[in-house]
């Protein structure tokens, strides 16, 4: 049942959403990341920019290995290859490892962060077991993803301000548009720009619009308000206390 991915496994042995298991992952992930962000925070620049080389490779590597296992039980497909937002994230961290561009690392606080913290609030592997690896993987990984630009952040490694977040839009439409050809393609999903996944907040739009692509739209500004809220607290506390100095 370790080696058994979600196209084998047997009903009713997986998880419910925001059951005992589910929050058990999610209280475990948040205390790690804020632990890593103290501990982050503690290191020289030297140890930061290795520490986020080793966690770039780690990460690519966790997925590679994740792909290598599914090729090993005859499972692997179009679906699984690194064109879902997370995917991406992978592959632009691993990017970050080796060079660092401002509207990348822009790109990782607006959309990496939320978009893994989504998949993590609202998981589409409930349907494999505690004691399994693609079940393990899939919090892991996304924790990580959430990891990795919070601890650019939290060092002042990122730039975040609007214009900023803009560029990170324009980067996110500018994949879509071939990531959407790869659909038509090979029919697939990514980025889940032909349908909404079980569970996503896209059926809402879905639903009620027609059309689960209204979401987008709609729901970026909201995500970019929602990440640029703790900015303007910080500045707004910064600024205080520099008056106070004065």
Not at 214 to 238: C, E, Q
Request: charged share 10%; aromatic share 14%; proline share 5%.
């Amino acid at each position: 049942m370790f080696f058994v991915s979600s196209e084998r496994i047997p009903e009713g042995v997986g998880f419910q959403t925001f059951g005992p298991t589910h929050l058990i992952w999610l209280t475990a992930g948040v205390i790690a990341c804020v632990v890593a962000c103290i501990f982050f925070r503690k290191l020289s620049d030297t140890q930061r920019k290795k520490t986020l080389k080793v966690l770039g490779s780690y990460i690519f590597l966790q997925e590679m290995v994740k792909n290598l296992v599914l090729i090993l039980l005859g499972d692997f497909g179009w679906g699984y290859l690194p064109f879902h937002l997370c995917g991406i994230n992978i592959l632009l961290i691993t990017f970050d490892t080796f060079k660092q561009v401002k509207t990348v690392r822009s790109f990782l606080y607006y959309f990496a962060i939320p978009g893994a913290a989504l998949a993590l609030l609202f998981p589409n592997w409930t349907s494999m077991p505690v004691w399994n690896f693609f079940h393990i993987h899939s919090f892991t990984i996304h924790f990580l993803l959430v990891l990795y630009p919070l601890l650019l952040v939290t060092t002042g490694q990122v730039a975040t301000d609007l214009v900023s977040a803009l560029k990170g839009v324009g980067l996110l439409v500018a994949m879509a548009i071939p990531v959407y050809g790869l659909n038509l393609l090979w029919d697939t999903n990514f980025m889940f720009l032909m349908e909404p996944d079980s569970g996503n907040p896209l059926e809402f739009f879905q639903d009620l619009l027609g059309s689960h692509l209204w979401g987008f739209p709609i729901l970026l500004p909201v995500v970019i308000l929602v990440m640029y809220i703790p900015v303007l607290i910080v500045k707004k506390a910064k600024a205080r206390k520099a008056l106070r100095q004065i």
